[in-house]
C-alpha cells in the first residue's frame, strides 16, 4: 500500500476513529511514523510506530 492509498482509505473512516497496528499477536495504537529513505533504487518507506505506553 502506498502513503496515497492510506490517506484515501482513512478519508473514508470516521475522523474520531483510533488507528491500531497489530503487534506481537495483539493491537496497539499507533504512536507515530517515521520515513525510511530507499536507497539503491528502494522507494522509501513508512514505518507506522507503536504506541509503547499502553
Do not use: C, F, Y
Not at 6 to 32: C, I, Q, R, S, W
Amino acid at each position: 500500500m502506498t502513503v496515497e492509498q492510506l490517506l484515501k482509505a482513512l478519508a473514508d473512516m470516521p475522523k474520531t476513529a483510533v488507528v491500531l497496528v497489530e503487534e506481537d499477536g495483539g493491537l496497539a495504537k499507533v504512536g507515530g511514523i517515521e520515513r525510511l529513505e530507499g536507497t539503491g533504487g528502494m522507494p522509501d518507506e513508512v514505518l507506522l510506530i507503536p504506541d509503547m505506553s499502553e
